[in-house]
């Protein structure tokens, strides 16, 4: 039974809604990017200043407010917590899923779509994402359609045969830029970039031939421009122009040098895609070979997707800092081409190549035992701490945390999948594989994020976390030793400090102060802070949790 266009986008909600509104509130924000993020959300909503960005109540320029916005409004509706930070991004699911629905389906019809969507909700990482309290998801569909509504102008002012493009030239060159303006507002101007080197790609391999007018790319720009305006002009028509000056700089230097424990090998990103964007990732390897195209528009889009693809993964092993999710633009390409191969297979226009199905299982299989492996390890942890030699990793794994051993079904469950999956490619059947294989892929997940990541969570984090929760309502500074966290800011609902001298580490430690200290640290870091005003009041799970009471009391 064919579906209309309006009950398959219900269906497609409804399913993303399943998939990536449960738990999220099951397991506690991860540091750092979690946790910094929903303690600016928080700060917007304490401070009640919504055009400039705080952390610990200090100007936090390194990233613009977007994202922020939508957060702060999540914990106005549902509180301040782990629900309400990580909403935004369940909601952006949904709205992926319906977005690249119906562009498949627009470009080619709505058994694309329905692939596409299958392929980006069923991968890996792209399905992870939509569970998180970060930034990436929301600019990445932002930049995305930015492109794809550059796309349709270019289309429609060349003659295309492609139909249905019916709005007049600036229809499209303002929705490019209205997404472009959002792109930028949520991440930086990264967006602009990463559009601006995809256009001069295409532009180099069609030989210098221009597809625009310049007065529309004015428009575009304009429109781009009053987009940011609702910040950029805001903020420095408000304050001046310091905090703008502070992001750029900050932009620069991210593109230049990398943070601590931010740098990788050359080819970090096409390793981190090909796992996390499984299985995606490999059935879309055959789609970046030549295909027989049943028309123009078919082989352009396909060529801005690779584009697209390739300028994001080389962009980004230049960049210094090396950060899983600075190449999940290349999300959108990836399950496109995968989609793309799938469908192709299926109409009897490319051959099925048989290392797809070698390598989904070797690869597959690989996943598979990794979380096998994790339930194993759950229940022998204690057994093999001895046998670390890292004394905060050994520490973490004496946490008390039940492993029935059933946690195992879920990396079965994916073999099982797998199986079946491969089995349906070797038989023609192109699409039932493809639902097996992505549909398991998200149940994998979604059982994965309720039973397995909360108990993982417990080793690296959960004994300071409930320290810094048990903080909350206390009058008293909390500070972390040898490490940086945000969790002693956003767990312990810190208030805007009174007295400037509780920024400085020193007075803290060794200072006169005015009201009690908590300090944590690491097992393999305590040596440094071996203070006699440092009481330690008890150790957990390789953190130190220690106190100063005021002098004199």
């Known amino acids: 039974m064919r579906l209309n266009k309006t009950t398959t986008i219900v269906l497609i909600a409804i399913l993303g809604a399943l998939f990536f509104i449960p738990f999220l509130g099951r397991v506690h924000l991860f540091d750092w990017d979690e946790i910094n993020f929903a303690e600016c959300s928080r700060e917007m909503i304490k401070l009640d200043d919504y055009s400039r960005v705080y952390v610990d109540f200090k100007p936090f320029w390194e990233k613009p407010p977007m994202f922020f916005w939508m957060q702060s409004t999540a914990m106005k509706i549902f509180g301040v917590n782990e629900f309400a930070s990580r909403f935004p991004n369940a909601l952006c699911g949904i709205v992926t899923l319906i977005v690249v629905f119906c562009i498949g389906r627009r470009i080619y019809d709505s058994r694309f779509g329905v692939l596409w969507a299958l392929a980006y909700g069923g991968s890996l990482f792209p399905n992870m994402y939509f569970k998180s309290g970060i930034i990436d998801p929301w600019f990445n569909l932002f930049t995305f ?129 090909l796992v996390g964007c499984f299985p995606a990732s490999i059935l879309a390897i055959p789609a970046f070979f030549k295909n027989q195209y049943g ?65 989904t299982a070797i690869l597959g299989g690989l996943i598979s035992l990794l979380l096998l492996g994790v339930a194993i390890i759950g229940l022998n942890v204690k057994r093999l701490a001895p046998y670390v030699d890292d004394t905060f990793a050994r520490g973490n794994m004496e946490a008390e945390v039940h492993w029935s051993g059933w946690e195992g079904l879920v990396g079965v469950l994916l073999v099982v999948s797998l199986i079946v999956g491969i089995r349906k490619l070797r038989q023609g059947q192109f ?14 997940v979604f059982l994965a994020s309720a039973i397995i990541v909360p108990k993982v969570e417990r080793y ?51 200072g006169p ?26 150790r957990k799970n390789g953190f130190v949790f220690m106190k100063r009471e005021v002098p004199g009391r």
């Not at 352009?300 to 210094?320: E, S």
């Not at 699409?431 to 097996?436: H, P």
């Not at 102060?513 to 008890?538: A, G, H, S, W």
């Open 145 to 273: 359609l930015s492109l794809y509504y550059f796309i349709l102008y270019h289309w429609k002012r060349n003659g295309f045969d492609k139909e249905g493009l019916t709005r007049p030239l600036y229809f499209y060159v303002c929705w490019s830029g209205v997404f472009m303006g959002l792109a930028v507002l949520t991440k930086g101007q990264v967006a602009l970039m990463v559009f601006l080197l995809v256009l001069g790609v295409y532009f180099i391999y069609n030989r210098w031939k221009f597809y625009f007018s310049w007065g529309h790319a004015l428009l575009f720009l304009v429109i781009s421009f009053l987009v940011l305006s609702t910040w950029y002009g805001y903020e420095t028509a408000k304050r001046g122009p310091w905090f703008i000056n502070e992001f750029l700089k900050y932009q620069y230097r991210l593109f230049t040098t990398h943070d601590a424990d931010q740098a990788g090998f050359f080819g970090y990103h096409y390793i981190v895609l």
């Open 295 to 359: 028309s123009r528009y078919d082989k352009d889009f396909k060529k801005w997707m690779i584009f697209l693809f390739w300028v994001v993964t080389i962009l980004f092993t230049i960049v210094q800092s090396r950060i899983i999710h600075y190449s999940s633009l290349a999300w959108f390409p990836v399950t496109f081409l995968a989609a793309y191969s799938i469908y192709k297979w299926q109409r009897g226009e490319a051959v099925y190549k048989k290392y797809v199905g070698v390598l």
């Open 431 to 444: 699409d039932n594989a493809a639902r097996t294989l992505f549909v398991g892929m998200a149940i994998v």
């Open 460 to 510: 690296s984090q959960g004994a300071n976390i409930d320290f810094f929760i048990a903080r909350q309502g206390e009058d008293c500074y909390v500070h972390c030793l040898g490490f940086k966290s945000y969790g002693e800011l956003f767990y312990t609902m810190k208030e805007k400090p009174a007295n400037p001298n509780s920024y400085d580490e020193q007075w803290l430690v060794s």
């Open 513 to 538: 102060i005015d009201k009690p200290v908590y300090f944590v640290t690491k097992v393999d870091r305590e040596q440094n802070y071996k203070f006699p005003q440092l009481k330690e009041l008890y």
